[in-house]
């Protein structure tokens, strides 16, 4: 394993925790009132956006996984099936969340908006990765499934970001009466805690466990 490649991780990987840090910095310099509990859901849409730019762009720029030269209909072809594959993540996290015990018809913005963050932290990563390939998604999600290191940063993070969600459904039915206890700020909290906490210890945890990391093309 290369140490230029880990560093070269390490790199993104704080590019996409800064761009989350700025998120909640920049927009309060440019919009009056904004904070990220008072104007939760705008917090939603722009971390979406962001994180989510920032990802493609890294992807484009760093090529983690270098496929073959393909024609511009299939380029097309791929980003559409992209696009096709995020939205229903945002569904099938809807419906998973709601299944969980998010309101059904009473909060449907704030809970498809935290879907759409959760899949940016998840889904978007996968498909700028591994592209729509479903059977690319189920071997890194396997044991032992990763082939490099960027796979393995991928499977760090997207459990990570879903743990995050998970934890921070905890203390909604605690009866604090907190700000932040409203839906689904402490999850969307939690995510985001998760997807950045998820950032920083994939490539240490890789660097700490290089010599016994072997990757093997399939």
Request: charged share 10%; hydrophobic share 50%; aromatic share 14%.
């Amino acid at each position: 394993m290369k140490e230029v490649e880990v560093r070269r991780l390490f790199a993104a990987n704080l590019l996409c925790v800064f761009s989350v840090v700025l998120t909640a910095v920049v927009p309060a310099f440019l919009w009056d009132g904004f904070t990220v509990l008072g104007t939760h859901l705008a917090w939603l849409c722009i971390c979406s956006v962001c994180v989510g730019t920032v990802n493609v762009i890294l992807h484009l720029v760093l090529r983690p996984n270098r496929s073959k030269r393909s024609s511009l209909a299939h380029k097309i072809s791929r980003f559409l099936k992209c696009c096709i594959y995020f939205f229903m993540s945002c569904l099938v996290f809807h419906a998973i969340i709601v299944l969980y015990g998010a309101p059904l018809l009473g909060s449907v913005t704030e809970t498809f908006l935290f879907s759409v963050l959760l899949s940016t932290f998840t889904t978007l990563q996968c498909l700028c990765m591994l592209g729509p390939n479903i059977q690319a998604w189920i071997r890194v999600f396997s044991k032992h499934g990763a082939m490099s290191i960027w796979e393995s940063s991928l499977q760090i993070t997207t459990v990570c970001s879903i743990l995050g969600a998970w934890f921070g459904a905890f203390p909604i039915p605690l009866d604090w009466d907190r700000p932040w206890q409203v839906w689904p700020i402490s999850c969307s909290f939690g995510a985001t805690f998760g997807y950045v906490a998820g950032l920083i210890i994939a490539p240490l945890w890789i660097h700490w466990n290089r010599k016994q990391l072997t990757y093997k093309s399939r």
